[in-house]
């Protein structure tokens, strides 16, 4: 049994690894002017930007014309991993698997 929690928590910690470099990757491009028709800047902004827009919502970060709101969720990401991660540990501690 214990091997399927650390395989759940090693799943978890890889999807919110692989959408920290999304953001980071989306953040890197702002800085430069994209072509809007590249597939890769399109998935970019297309993974990114409903988040980000919800955030921009609640609290407006953006002071001389840079962005805070990718920071803001890369912190958010980083709080949710831990928080998900120490749940199925929880979790497993409850169902006696380690």
Known sequence: MGIIFESLISIVNLVFQ???FIVIGRA???W???DPYNPIVRF?????EPVLYR???LIPLQFGGFDFS???LMLALEV???LVVGLIVM???SMGAW
């Open 18 to 20: 692989i959408y920290l």
């Open 28 to 30: 890197l491009i702002s």
């Open 32 to 34: 430069v002017n994209p």
């Open 44 to 48: 970019l902004h297309n993974a990114t």
């Open 55 to 57: 955030i921009r919502r």
């Open 70 to 72: 990718p920071i803001i």
């Open 80 to 82: 949710g991993r831990k």
């Open 91 to 93: 979790l497993a501690g």
